[in-house]
């Protein structure tokens, strides 16, 4: 039987690379083989080298395809419809007329003021990443046209530090906010995120209450605000503007709520029960709007936008 | 507040407990030797106790203020209620699920004003500990904070609400009903309530679930309690990936009253009789009271569209980061 795993949200807000349950699947396979001689044995010469990332797998059905074709079909696995984790390069790319679009306020950058140290010292994680990836924090802004009409998109990087919500992401939805306000444009946001950053401490948690005061401000100016969940949505977010969109959406499949599953499991002793805090879920709870394909969105989001227009 | 012997006493707090035991035995001795006068030694005593008390609550590192903000014999919400104020009336349900016990609140009299106060309950034995849900509200719970909130606006009362919650629960049937989508709408609307909403820290304040009432004009936040965006257990299991830490997730969440005011996020530090709270309830209610009035003094005259603005404002400006020329970083 397929046991189901469940994912260790929390463990993604380290900024680490997290492997996820490696240990689970050589116990599984103990049993069966026995290695008899250690080391790789083939002669360096008889070694086929193939570019990393040319195959991707499915996590959902085992489905291998290039990435090539992964990308083509805009990240969704073209077996089962799984939904794989993208960045906002990627979902600006999906929304914008021909990948067209003005990046807002990149140049606000995270700092440790606190001197947050726990394995590691928050700024030296910081200065990592920022020398690994082109990323200056965990959420991006972007002014751009959707079929020819403009909106603001704020997306979520899960890759930085889970994507959580710190001092910088705040800031830059506020200003994101005023820049809609002074535009007159509909704002969307495309969440993605473990939650809050522990090492901002009380600051990120203050971050809820600085972007739903702004969210307030854009409701009496009337303009839309779209929230878009995607896998996974937790904590801070799911607290905040996350949940206030005048319509939310989802992603299928996306694991969305407050509390992560790992946590739920520990404080209630229960085995959680199949679909538990999945996109479906929350549909039939009544916390969205829809759901939306990756492949429909963009046809979504602009008919939308045209029905908050005329 | 208890007596001895039902006092409960922490690890630090150890030294006072073994001066109860002396003041005991002397009382003993007392009885058995009637022709020998105690008075003196017992009153000495005491005055060590007084000491003691002075001297813990000076030298306590974050962990322990996070213990004493746990302590089991601290004043909790409802005792704060009555010793403030008069004629509390309270109210129940959200009008949607059910009546959440671990959120109590309703119309009061504070100075000869009504107010509208609110919070978190934590139940002072195991049973009513229970009843309470550890002081974990579920998303009912924050509903019907919400809905007294409302209640207060459209009459004009201020909103004072007092938070000591180790987090929202995490629960099925909490995610099932929204708790996140519960505390989301809390934070929106208390950030635009026309009416001066004053929050105070009276025991733990552990992110969202203790955000879910703490947005307002001013926050109030007493000597020994804690606020910040998870609890140093959780976070010491999440970033050192051991439950051992928390001494040290203590310390670096930075999340002592002190540390709060330094960065601004809290108004004012509301101090506690020697040795906390729990030493005596009738001192400390009085002075998280004459805070709260004077605090309620300064925004009541505020024009309501003002006050919002001021409120968005002032939480605007929280966050640290730095700006670089966007072009010097491609």
Redesign the interface.
Known sequence: MKKEHTEDIESRLTGEDVKPAEQEVQEEKRSWFKRKRQGILTSTADKKEFPEGLWNKCPSCNHICTTQELKAALFVCPSCNYHHRIGSKEYFEILFDKNEYTPLFDEIKSKDQLGFTDLKNYQKRLDEIHAKTDLKDSMRVAVGKVHGQEIVVACMDFEFIGGSLGSVMGEKFSRAVDYCIQHKLPYMVISKSGGARMMESAFSLMQLAKTSGKLAQLSDAKLPYISMLTDPTFGGISASFGMLGDLNIAEPGALIGFAGPRVIKEATKKDLPPGFQKSEFLLEHGFLDFIVDRKQLKEKIAQLVTLFQH | MPQYPNRQFLEFEQPIKELYEQIEATKKLAEKNPKVDYSNTIQQLYASIDEKRKEITTSLSPWQRVQLSRHPDRPYTLKYIDKMCTNFIELHGDRNVKDDKAMVGGFAMMDGETVMIIGQQKGINTKARQLRNFGMANPEGYRKALRLMKLAEKFNKAVISLIDTPG?????E????????A???N??EM??LKVPVICCIIGEGA??GA??IG?GDRTLMMENTW????SPE??SS????SWDKKEV?AE????TATD?KG?G?VDEIVYEPDGGAHWDYDDAALRLKKSILQALHEVKDVDPLER?NQ??EK??K?????????NS?V
Do not use: D
């Not at chain 2, 929202?168 to 099925?172: D, E, I």
């Not at chain 2, 999440?238 to 990936?241: P, V």
């Not at chain 2, 670096?252 to 999340?255: G, S, V």
């Open positions: 929202a629960f995490p629960g099925l909490a995610e099932e009903r929204g708790q996140g989508e505390i989301a709408r934070i929106y950030i635009r992110s969202g955000f879910g947005v606020y910040t965006v998870i959780s976070c999440i970033l050192w990936r997730a670096q969440l930075k999340l709060m960065f996020l919002v409120r968005i939480y605007g929280m966050g640290f980061w730095e700006e670089v020329p966007a970083l």
